[in-house]
């Protein structure tokens, strides 16, 4: 037993969980799993190998898995409200690589939101193996920075794609999918919906859903999720064979059983009525959050959100977001630069800042009122000092996950 390795693995982890119990963290691609969820994560069942899908596997002993994998997929078309659902994409990029895969062909033309605008690197950009093998174009946000489903529909009508694309990393207002689905209709193109980011104010009710129009929606089970780390694929029974055929042996090998036992109990527990009122509370601390920011000054990309994320504008201020991520994370507080959409993406010149994680914690309004100073004193008055005693207040009286 090579003790002194293990020891040092096991140190590294300890300090992770103290450097998450010290943090505030704000990025909005992250939350804190529950106890249960944590537990299947460490599960015996992590051991079995149980590639194929329920009933239908390339190895033997596979009957607990069956039943694990097929109750967890009954849990998500129940949340979600689809026709079928598949648990064992790894993450919610390889989601989205399979749901090409199930419907494309090398070559044909998909319209997705421009990665500088907040589409995401996997929605067939060049960056992205994705792109190499479709042919890609994008639409861009209107000068509010808004979404403006004309521009998209004068787009694809010009383009003529096999495939749109709706979703994205970093859009603080609520998508309509119906509106991409009229689209989608008219130039007889499919429609994924990518919704890794409201995936739980959608199943919430608090956002709209693309259950109805889309013949392919992809997510993580993360996020504002509050699940595993993972991907999630649902889908018209149309799709069912192509989906399966292209997760295995397409994209994919054997699926993480513990990952889908995870999954399974956070969908469980985005049904119960807590995760309701808490997606309420991720959606009432974004606009209070807001709220503040502007009475401080802060310019807001969109003026504001409605979900649970915020971006603030820095050009006004003339500071590199990057920057400022920096400074933030020297006081223990976590966030991401980016640029603001609409413009040439070349200059981090906006900080994503999410609520879904310090909400899972509870923080509330007096605890926003410390951030929304912490930001100020960071960024305008630039007195990191007094900022950081502000963070050690607000972490002293919030509870710890």
Do not use: W
Not at 335 to 355: C, Q
């Amino acid at each position: 037993m090579r003790s002194r390795e293990i020891s040092t693995i096991r140190n590294l982890l300890k300090k992770e969980d103290v450097r998450q119990r010290e943090t505030i963290c704000l990025i909005a691609s992250e939350n804190y799993i529950s106890q249960n969820v944590k537990e299947a994560l460490s599960s015996n069942i992590i051991n079995k190998y149980a590639e194929g899908i329920p009933y239908k596997r390339h190895y033997p002993g596979c009957m607990i898995a069956d039943k694990l994998e097929e109750y967890g997929e009954k849990l998500a078309k129940k949340l979600f409200k689809t026709d079928e659902a598949n648990l064992q994409p790894y993450s919610g990029s390889i989601a989205n690589l399979i749901a090409f895969k199930a419907i494309l062909k090398k070559g044909d033309i998909v319209l997705a939101m421009h990665p500088y605008d907040g589409g995401h690197s996997t929605h067939a950009t060049k960056y992205n193996i994705s792109g190499q093998i479709y042919k890609t174009f994008f639409y861009r946000v209107n000068r509010d920075g808004l979404i403006d489903y004309d521009i998209i529909r004068r787009s694809a009508k010009k383009t003529r794609p096999t495939l749109i694309i709706a979703g994205s990393s970093f859009y603080p207002q609520e998508i309509n999918y119906k509106s991409f689905y009229e689209i989608a209709k008219e130039v007889g193109a499919y429609f994924l919906a990518d919704i890794a980011h409201p995936a739980g104010l959608i199943a919430a009710n608090l956002h709209n859903s693309p259950a109805e129009y889309a013949d392919i929606i992809t997510s993580t089970t993360h996020k504002t999720l509050r699940g595993p780390r993972g991907g999630l694929i649902m889908f018209k029974s149309k799709f069912k064979r192509a989906v399966s055929e292209a997760l295995y042996p397409g994209v994919q090998g054997g699926p993480l059983l513990n990952v889908i036992a995870a999954k399974a109990i956070a969908f469980a527990e985005a049904l119960d009525e807590s995760f309701i009122k808490y997606q309420r509370m991720v959606v009432h601390n974004t606009m209070f959050l807001c709220q503040l920011l502007k009475e401080l000054g802060f310019k807001l990309y969109t003026g504001g959100s409605t979900n649970h994320l915020i971006i603030i504008d820095l050009k006004p201020v003339g500071i590199n977001a990057s920057q400022i991520e920096k400074e933030l994370e020297s006081i223990n507080i976590t966030s991401n630069a980016l640029p603001v959409p609409g413009r040439d993406g070349k200059t981090a010149d906006g900080l994503r800042i999410g609520t879904a994680a310090i909400t899972t914690l509870g923080y509330q309004e007096c605890d926003l009122q410390g951030i929304a100073e912490i930001l100020y004193y960071i960024i305008i008055k630039r007195e990191i000092d007094r900022a950081s005693k502000i963070q050690k207040s607000i972490i002293r009286r919030v509870k710890n996950y």
